[in-house]
């Protein structure tokens, strides 16, 4: 598999529930990001990692729970979310080091109830 | 400061007619990159195209076309004889030394009609 790959593609989820997005990056990259879009809205950053390590937390509500276990993938751990949550959240990778070309994976299109 | 304008919110062209997407940005670096995104209804951010701040040179591949000026800090897209499948949103992005990796534009929702 190449690029950036996302799973799931699509979730719902109840405001109590637990769940977490996964993604992954098959270009030898070394930083990760996840990214927010909401409707209407532009695209919110919410986290960075360079080489495992977190760079940026875009005061981002603590039921978001980022963890990046190594290089080549990064997941989202969700939990008591709120229906305002309900977004398109996409990953992307680059190589460290600025500037920097990001490459995004197809996004989770998420709805909280 | 690092901040990427896209004037255009929403354009309709009627298919085979040409379109431009405009981008400003504005960037204190000497060294940067610019980006265009392409967003389908899928929702995946294509890459597009990435230009340094050193090339000026405008780039054609196919249809597409960029212009970049760095007098006016423009940085803009054509579609020539645009078709049905170039219906998305576009965003504009610039990367330099700053505090956010990559800076986006609001996006132009661009709709071709058959």
């Known amino acids: 598999e190449t690029g950036v790959t996302q799973t799931p593609r699509h979730l719902v989820m109840g405001m109590t529930n637990k769940k977490s997005l996964k993604c992954e990056q098959h270009l030898g990259h070394n930083a990760m990001y996840w990214y927010k879009q909401s409707a209407k809205k532009p695209l919110e950053l919410m986290f960075v990692?360079?080489?495992?390590?977190?760079?940026e937390n875009n005061s981002v509500p603590s039921r978001f729970s980022p963890e990046c276990p190594n290089s080549s993938h990064l997941f989202l751990h969700l939990h008591t979310l709120q229906p305002e949550d309900s977004a398109l959240y996409l990953c992307a990778s680059s190589q460290a080091g600025l500037p920097t070309t990001q490459y995004f994976g197809p996004g989770t299109r998420l709805t909280v109830l | 400061a690092q901040k990427v304008t896209q004037a255009q919110t929403e354009i309709s062209v009627v298919e085979k007619e040409d379109v431009t997407l405009d981008c400003v940005y504005e960037?204190?670096?000497?060294?940067?990159?610019l980006f265009w995104y392409k967003q389908p209804p899928s929702g995946e951010l294509v890459f597009l195209i990435r230009?340094?701040?050193?090339?000026?040179q405008n780039e054609i591949s196919g249809r597409y076309s960029w212009n970049f000026q760095k007098s006016t800090s423009s940085f803009n897209f054509t579609i020539t004889a645009s078709q049905v499948v170039d219906s998305a949103v576009y965003f504009c992005a610039l990367s330099d030394s700053g505090n956010t990796p990559l800076v986006f534009g609001k996006g132009t929702r661009l709709s071709v009609i058959a």
């Open positions: 960037t204190r670096d000497t060294t940067y990159y």
């Open positions: 230009r340094n701040s050193f090339d000026e």
């Open positions: 990692y360079n080489f495992k390590e977190q760079t």
